[in-house]
């Protein structure tokens, strides 16, 4: 027997605000929304091999440095172009240690939650 990823969940203050920034940042769509968050994900929906997010609504900023968190690779354009955008789209350079001979950048969504921009993968996993 198996799993496989199925959702993320990620706490946050304004789920609908996070929720526009991420579905511009992962080409993804709102696949549903209650009074205790938002759920996207590919325009295809539920049950493929990529996860959804779900935004779950809580009342207090995370305290703590996250155990998990975000990878992304450009799909169409060069790191440097997809950093550009991502700047456009809300987020913010973060440090973390970097030494700035790293091939990624870590950045922050607009709630301040760390995520990665990687190279674009050359060989798919």
């Known amino acids: 027997m198996s799993v496989r990823l199925s959702e993320l969940v990620l706490n946050c203050r304004d789920p609908e605000a996070l929720s526009r920034f991420w579905c511009a940042v992962l080409d993804y769509v709102e696949l549903g929304k ?3 968050g938002v759920e996207i994900g590919p325009a295809s929906g539920f ?3 990529t996860p959804t997010i779900i935004l779950n609504r809580v009342d207090h900023a ?3 440095t996250l155990r998990l968190h975000i990878d992304v690779s450009p799909v169409d ?3 440097d172009a997809e950093l550009e955008r991502l700047l456009a789209l809300g987020a913010r ?3 973390v ?3 700035g001979e790293e091939s990624w950048h870590v950045l922050q969504d607009p709630e301040g939650n ?3 921009l990687l190279r674009t993968r050359l060989d798919p996993l």
Do not use: I
Request: aromatic share 4%; proline share 10%; charged share 30%.
């Open 62 to 64: 995370p305290s703590q």
């Open 77 to 79: 354009q060069d790191q």
């Open 34 to 36: 209650d009074e205790d």
């Open 47 to 49: 049950g493929g091999a």
């Open 114 to 116: 760390e995520f990665c």
């Open 97 to 99: 240690g970097q030494t």
């Open 93 to 95: 350079p973060a440090d």
